[in-house]
T-cell receptor, first 110, second 116 residues
Framework: QKEVEQDPGPLSVPEGAIVSLNCTYS??????FMWYRQYSRKGPELLMY????GNKEDGRFTAQVDKSSKYISLFIRDSQPSDSATYLC??????????FGQGTELSVKP | GAGVSQSPRYKVAKRGQDVALRCDPI?????LFWYQQALGQGPEFLTY????????KSGLPSDRFFAERPEGSVSTLKIQRTQQEDSAVYLC??????????????FGNGTRLTVT
């Protein structure tokens, strides 16, 4: 079993829909939780960064962390075709390295 | 205001050849990471540098893989006697903080290695 599990999709939604992306993990030592977006043939770019449990909102994006359930989520409101990409969850602790999920491929149709 | 730069962007190697992949991190970034990303998968950790010191190489898949960062800036990932299973995108990331987790990782666009 992988340390971080993420449904690979693909996920296809109409423009304007609310998108929910999720990851589960097994290592209770993780303290930092991130979501990266990766366009085709590009490197991952950071979307959201959260320390410990709770919610964080940035524009159309909301990240949630539930450490008791070892579950993190990313919500995208009013999704746009430009949001079409692969979304990667990542997490780490003081040790330095990040552990990534498999990535969920999202397609937003106009 | 350059980001993380990786070269070459694409590399085709015949099985058994040695390859060297270069990473120029963001100026002043202390931490540098190498990741391997197979098609349809998330990045997998290979190795981590703090300045010139290689503090974690637990993700290197075999002794054919070697990384260095001799002056604490540019880093090179070398793969000897390449095999087909080495085909992947190799991503470099840098971070301002010691240990990497105090600030986000900034990724380059990767080197896509194809071994034929």
């Amino acid at each position: 079993q992988k340390e971080v599990e993420q449904d690979p999709g693909p996920l296809s939604v109409p423009e304007g829909a609310i998108v929910s992306l999720n990851c589960t993990y097994s290592n209770s030592a993780f303290q930092y939780f991130m979501w990266y977006r990766q366009y085709s043939r590009k490197g991952p770019e950071l979307l959201m960064y959260t320390y410990s449990s709770g919610n964080k909102e940035d524009g159309r994006f909301t990240a949630q962390v539930d450490k008791s359930s070892k579950y993190i989520s990313l919500f995208i409101r009013d999704s746009q075709p430009s949001d079409s990409a692969t979304y990667l969850c990542a997490m780490g602790n003081q040790g330095g390295k990040l552990i990534f999920g498999q990535g969920t491929e999202l397609s937003v149709k106009p | 205001g350059a980001g993380v730069s990786q070269s070459p962007r694409y590399k085709v190697a015949k099985r058994g050849q040695d390859v060297a992949l270069r990473c120029d991190p963001i100026s002043g970034h202390v931490s540098l990471f190498w990741y391997q990303q197979a098609l349809g998968q998330g990045p997998e950790f290979l190795t981590y540098f703090q300045n010139e010191a290689q503090l974690d190489k637990s993700g290197l898949p075999s002794d054919r893989f070697f990384a260095e960062r001799p002056e604490g800036s540019v880093s090179t990932l070398k793969i000897q006697r390449t095999q087909q299973e080495d085909s992947a995108v190799y991503l470099c990331a840098s971070s301002l903080a010691v240990g990497g987790t105090g600030s986000p990782l900034h990724f380059g666009n990767g080197t896509r290695l194809t071994v034929t």
